[in-house]
């Protein structure tokens, strides 16, 4: 289930003025190219300038960071790669740092400090995980496995760093929210 386009929405419905926006991409990752068209059509659709900024180490950050301070972006939507995952606290402390309001994929990237977080359930993964390897281990063979998704999406808002950047909720976020940390 690809949750970007969805992130940038919801990135949007927080901050209808913001008419340029980011994204940050792994350039290396074989995924690369479907985000950035992903994210660049629904860009599109709801009237957003976005530019696309690469990150494939840690170094690439800060600069990332300048670019995005420099083009005046509104937002920024992380798109979901392990290493951004891996990186999470690292990624909320540059948000917060430059003040950018940012999305992500996980919840532990709003309980560091970043500002939403829209993406699947990590105990419905794991859970998911945990039963093909229960079928694996009474003999299944895993290509007879169907493959599955997680089918559970959760909301996540960080009200505090909402008020740091001076951004009002609207209701019907909060109201949407799976969980708001105060």
């Not at 530019?51 to 950050?61: G, P, W």
């Not at 300048?66 to 990624?91: C, E, H, M, T, Y």
């Amino acid at each position: 289930m690809e949750l970007l386009p969805k992130r940038l929405e919801l990135l949007h419905e927080l901050l209808p003025g913001a008419t340029v926006v980011a994204a940050l991409i792994n350039p290396t990752t074989t995924a690369a190219e479907t985000q950035s068209n992903d994210l660049q059509a629904s860009a599109r659709s709801l009237g957003l300038d976005l530019h696309l900024l690469s990150a494939a180490a840690e170094r690439d950050f800060e600069a990332a960071f300048a670019k995005l301070v420099q083009l005046r972006a509104g937002g920024l939507v992380i798109s979901n790669d392990p290493f951004f995952i891996s990186r999470s606290d690292q990624l909320a402390a540059l948000a917060l740092r430059h003040a950018v309001p940012t999305v992500f994929e996980f919840r532990a990237f709003v309980t560091a400090g970043g500002l939403m977080s829209y993406g699947s359930n990590l105990s419905e993964l794991y859970r998911l995980a945990g039963v093909y390897t229960g079928r694996i281990l009474k003999g299944e063979k895993p290509t007879d496995l169907p493959v599955q998704q997680s089918t559970k999406v959760e909301l996540i808002l960080n009200h505090k760093t909402a008020k740091t950047f001076g951004i009002t909720v609207p209701i019907s976020l909060l109201g949407r929210a799976d969980e708001v940390i105060e």
